[in-house]
């Protein structure tokens, strides 16, 4: 397991904290009429955990399904590891390391939940599928997939068909075969979608484990809490724009950001009140904030 | 899937706890296989002893039909992709042999590769183009190329137009003590040319070529997240399935004596798919299994009346309403049963 987290790292970790891993600039869509992503821009750089907030229907799902390749923007550019992949087609992206999960759980339901990640581990690989080898003898792709498991702790479940997990369990297995694919970064578009507070709190606490090894995350989030104390830096998406980005200090104390997002005072504080009690539950919680990692 | 072990365990334990269940390996037979092939190789003799011998001709239209539901199952059935042109190939696969013929070349170590040759070319053509569709634009576009195919052969006139294209001969497999000519000799080469297929689709069902294929008929967008080449996996299946039916279409030409446009008919295309929906898409013997039921039900029913195809339609709605996973289904769910009982 410490060694399928090292490899995840390795990438990340080899690169300046500094360096923008990933530049969206001035990217644009339309549908129609509607202008759902206009002239966004956002860096994430390596090694960093960035949230990416935003009221409903803000664009943060047709933003990240433009970055990862599933949609082509109408303008702007893409550039991953100072390279530009705007053209590039989704497993080409993937094969770069540029990963993303889904915010509707994208799983293979009446396969297994090993078969799951054995298929993941196997589509990644760069080169040409064997025809002739069986899969099911292929030592490599099993313990790779059986590291993503007990990763996740789903090793438990790997016989058991994934579309009869609980909910919570096939978001654990929708990380894992984003996992699979070896990201460098990896997109997740709400992992917790649909949870109750203990999934929540597991997803989170999975989350931290993957931060702590410095897999660089872009995260979009409705939920406040875990938004704020996995998040080293935030930005704030409204009308397909981003009008803030900072520490996540800096953005509860933005004048615009709680104007456009936040709503009014006192829901505000609210928010902040819940964020120092997840602050208050332990030091483990919240990792180190962006300036300290070097 | 491992045995559960029962007996004492000797030494640490190596082997990973899960015992890698999995949905996605399909098993043949086994040492059964080879008890089958046996079995099917001592029936011409049983036939001429009980003078049957013309069922011996039979035997070998369903080996050879059960070779082209074998590989339209592949795409079909492991890929889900509904391709209703499929005779196109087998077509195309008996015209070359057919044309081979007519210019003078009667080796079947020239026709047979060539004919196969000529419809993965064609499968790669009209896949290339097909597989960016889906749905019933995909089912469409299938079977356009396929009438496409069928109405170029009826304009033929040089190679016998509608009427076909006689073989004056049967191919020459040279070097071989054997001859064409003799039924229960084709037969074996028939039986032969089946295992080898069956042999190899079950080893690229079972790779990561043809696990990606499974994944990708179950959700498209994950494979592509996950680095997957969707189109890629798709394609390469859709050409070697092309090039198998040439292989079946290629031995059609020799059992039927004749080439003819009727063979790329869409009628055709719908025959070996119904095959493979009654044997069992998506399973390993659906294919095969699909072919000998059709055809012996073809047989028996005409025998009693004219209206045989009614009867075979009646049959159909019953296996596709009750059994919707063909009759291999029924057979893996009868095993499954008796299994349950056996254990307690």
Redesign the interface.
């Known amino acids: 397991m410490a060694e399928a987290l090292h490899d995840l790292s390795r990438a990340a970790s080899s690169r300046l904290p500094e360096l923008a891993l990933l530049q969206v600039h001035r990217l644009v869509k339309r549908f129609g009429a509607l202008t759902a992503t206009d002239e966004a821009s956002l860096e994430v750089r390596a090694g960093e955990t960035h949230a990416l907030i935003g009221p409903n229907g803000a664009g943060k799902t047709t933003l990240i399904h433009q970055i990862?390749g599933?949609l082509a923007p109408d303008g702007g550019g893409l550039f991953f590891d100072g390279e530009d992949v705007t053209a590039l087609?989704?497993?080409q992206r993937?094969?770069g390391g540029l990963?993303?999960s889904?915010q509707i759980t994208?799983?293979?339901?009446?396969?297994?939940v090993?078969?799951n990640v054995?298929?993941?581990v196997?589509?990644?690989?760069?080169v040409?599928?064997?025809?002739?080898?069986?899969?099911?003898a292929?030592e490599a792709?099993?313990a790779d997939a059986?590291a993503m498991l007990a990763l996740v702790g789903l090793?438990a479940m790997?016989?058991r068909?994934a579309g009869t997990l609980a909910h919570g369990e096939q978001r654990q297995l929708e990380l894992a075969?984003?996992l699979?694919?070896r990201p460098r970064l990896l997109l997740l578009d709400e992992p917790m979608a649909g949870m109750g507070p203990d999934e929540s709190a597991r997803m989170v606490e999975l989350l931290s484990a993957l931060k702590a090894q410095r897999l660089t995350l872009l995260l979009v989030e409705h939920d406040m809490d875990a938004v704020f104390r996995l998040a080293d830096r935030v930005s704030v998406l409204v009308s397909g724009r981003v009008i803030a980005t900072g520490t996540p200090d800096e953005i509860r104390n933005d004048a615009a950001v709680r104007q456009a997002y936040l709503g009014d005072e006192a829901e505000a504080a609210d928010r902040a009140d819940a964020m120092d009690a997840a602050d208050a539950a332990g030091p483990s919680a919240r990792s180190h904030p962006a300036k300290e990692g070097a | 899937m491992t045995e559960p072990i029962t007996g004492p365990i000797i030494g640490p334990i190596t082997e990973?706890?899960?015992?890698?269940?999995?949905?996605?390996?399909h098993r043949a037979l086994g040492a059964w296989a080879w008890a089958l092939l046996v079995a099917l190789a001592a029936l011409p003799p049983l036939l001429q002893a009980l003078g049957l011998e013309f069922y011996t001709v039979v035997a070998t239209r369903v080996l050879i039909f059960a070779i082209a539901a074998a590989s339209l199952n592949l795409i079909l059935g492991f890929g889900g992709l509904v391709s209703f042109g499929h005779a196109a190939f087998v077509g195309l696969g008996a015209y070359t042999v057919g044309v081979l013929a007519d210019a003078g070349i009667g080796s079947a170590w020239i026709a047979w590769p060539a004919a196969m040759v000529v419809s993965g070319v064609a499968a790669a053509v009209i896949g290339a183009i097909s597989l960016r569709t889906r749905g019933v634009y995909f089912i469409m576009i299938t079977l356009a190329f396929a009438q496409m195919f069928h109405y170029l052969a009826v304009s033929l006139k040089a190679y016998g137009g509608d009427d076909g294209l006689p073989l004056a001969a049967r191919s020459i497999l040279s070097g071989l003590p054997l001859s064409l000519a003799d039924d229960a000799s084709f037969y074996w080469v028939a039986l032969a040319v089946f295992a080898l297929v069956f042999a190899g689709l079950r080893?690229?069902v079972?790779?990561?070529?043809?696990?990606?294929l499974q994944?990708a008929r179950?959700?498209e967008?994950?494979?592509?997240?996950?680095?997957?080449?969707?189109f890629?996996?798709q394609w390469?299946a859709f050409v070697v399935a092309g090039a198998i039916a040439g292989l079946a279409g290629a031995l059609l030409a020799n059992l039927n004596g004749l080439v003819s446009p009727h063979l790329m008919h869409w009628s055709q295309s719908g025959q070996l798919m119904v095959m493979v929906i009654l044997g069992g898409a998506g399973a390993l013997w659906g294919g095969p299994l699909g072919a000998v039921a059709f055809l012996l039900l073809e047989e028996l029913l005409s025998g009693v009346t004219i209206h045989w195809q009614f009867a075979l339609g009646a049959i159909l709605l019953v296996v596709v309403l009750f059994a919707p996973r063909g009759l291999t289904g029924l057979v893996a769910r009868r095993s499954a049963r008796s299994k349950e009982a056996a254990h307690g």
């Open positions: 990862s599933a087609s989704m497993p993937v094969c990963v993303r889904f994208s799983i293979y339901r009446r396969f297994t090993l078969d054995v298929l993941a196997l589509a990644r690989r760069p040409a599928p064997s025809w002739w080898r069986p899969a099911r292929d792709a099993y059986e090793t790997a016989d068909a075969l984003a699979a694919a | 990973p706890v899960t015992t890698r269940h999995t949905l996605l390996h080893r690229l079972n790779s990561p070529l043809g696990w990606l994944a179950e959700n967008t994950r494979v592509a997240a996950t680095g997957g080449r969707v890629a996996v390469t």
